[in-house]
């Protein structure tokens, strides 16, 4: 398989001048641990469900009709199940030992013939039903207990659900992402909620599209600009470190 550790491959430094800039007014650090020991954080897991993060299931029910080449698809579903859904449990976990919010988005028309869907949608084509298979959530990331989940039929979670509202209710400032694909709804909540005033924090290897290609820019348009970027054990040591100071 292709290396796609974004962190070794890429010198971000050299590729953005205003690298400096941005990450002084935009990414914290001493703010975002302020957030972390105040509880003022959440985890946002987009679109971890059948539809689009399960082999045989979905946009994938038939590999030859997907549009996606057979390459490619090895190479989602590769990193999806050796790194990211292992990856993107270990991390719920650490914030549920936190008793900090875990929530969870995912694509699910409102009605049966998905007449609700968003024009895009409808044009894509993509409909998970009410109780349909594609509308489940992977077993491994699941949602546990009362934590919420938000249904949207666009890419952008903040423009198509109330997440800005409920956020807000919840005081929470600041936001560590997962989910796929990167390039797509990754991305659109990854700036959208740094538009509206959130520090945002992209875990890296819980994050998967269909190209290692497409996964390298997405990251190196993101870090340091709208998010920092981080691995999964840089994150979970972050949380620990911060928690077990205050």
Known sequence: MADD???????????????????????????LRRELREHHVALLCIDLQYLDAARGHGVFADSAESGIPLEAQEYYFHRLE??????????????RAEEMEV?????RSLTRDGRDRSPGHKRLGLHAAPDSKDAEFVDQ???????IVLDKTASGVFNSTNLHYILRNLEISSLFIVGVYSNECVSTAVRDACDLGFYVTLIEDCCATVTPEMQRATITTIKDRYARVMTTD???REITRVQEAS
Request: cysteine-free; hydrophobic content about 35%.
């Open 5 to 31: 550790n974004v962190s070794r491959l890429t010198d971000y430094d050299s590729l953005d001048p205003l690298r400096e800039q941005y990450q002084e007014s935009l990414i914290s650090k001493p703010v």
């Open 82 to 95: 050796e790194t990211v859904l292992p990856n993107v449990r270990r991390l719920q976990d650490a914030f």
């Open 103 to 107: 929530i969870h988005t995912r694509i």
């Open 141 to 147: 990331v699941a949602p546990q207990g009362d934590e």
């Open 234 to 236: 840089e994150a979970i």
